[in-house]
């Protein structure tokens, strides 16, 4: 149990902590922004998502080569399951209403924290299910005797998994750099929050 003169002090801390931080205001449209920087971003890899698997279906569609077809399935599942994986660890949770200082940035600390561990495991959930349609659709020329040998030479053969690997680790890096920028921001409220 506190004594009086602790709780009087602990209460002069604790409103000295409130003045210094940012005004009310400006904490929820720092909040309100991220929210939508976040919809933003999952709206358009919606979207992506979607129209990725629109144009796998109609390659695989009028392509007649089931090696072809098994690929694209496996990829379409990929990008399926990666946008399922996006919605439910991506999608902002709703601030608190009508909440003083603290909460806002408890809030905003808490929603920080969540889209950089998005951003950090994102090769498990994001990339890693579509790693077996792009196999199996990169390596079709080297597998599949029905697959119409043309014109590519050894050289296109091995320039198109180099340019998917590039993409891919792009996408790795991206999430990474994204994800050390996050925590940048959650080192920030945690100085605000505890000095």
Same mark, same amino acid.
């Not at 003169?5 to 209460?11: D, G, V």
């Not at 604790?14 to 409130?18: F, V």
């Not at 608190?96 to 905003?108: K, M």
């Given at each position: 149990m506190m004594t009086p &003169?602790? +709780?009087?002090? $602990? =209460?002069w801390k604790?409103?000295? +902590?409130?003045a210094s931080l940012p005004p009310i205001t400006e904490l929820r449209e720092r909040s309100a922004r991220f929210t939508r920087e976040i919809r933003r971003r999952n709206f358009l890899e919606y979207v992506g998502g979607g129209l990725a698997i629109l144009v796998i279906a109609v390659v695989a569609?009028? /392509?007649p080569?089931? =090696?072809l077809r098994i690929g694209a399935a496996l990829l379409a599942g990929g990008v399926g399951i990666a946008l399922w994986q996006l919605r439910s660890r991506g999608t902002p949770l709703s601030p608190?209403? $009508? =909440?003083? !200082?603290?909460?806002?940035?408890?809030? !905003?600390r808490q929603e920080l924290v969540r889209q950089k561990d998005v951003l950090r495991s994102s090769t498990i959930w994001y990339l890693l299910p579509l790693i077996p349609g792009l196999f199996v659709l990169l390596g079709m020329p080297f597998i599949d005797p029905n697959w119409p040998k043309g014109d590519d030479t050894l050289l296109d053969q091995? @320039?198109?998994?180099a340019f998917v690997i @590039? /993409?891919? /680790? +792009?996408?790795?890096r991206f999430n990474k750099k994204a994800a050390r920028k996050l925590q940048s921001e959650?080192? &920030?409220i945690d100085a605000l929050r505890y000095s």
């Open positions: &003169e602790e +709780a009087t002090l $602990n =209460s604790d409103d000295s +902590a409130i569609w009028l /392509v080569i089931d =090696s608190p209403l $009508n =909440s003083g !200082q603290l909460p806002i940035l408890d809030y !905003q091995l @320039v198109r998994p @590039v /993409v891919l /680790v +792009a996408v790795y959650i080192d &920030e």
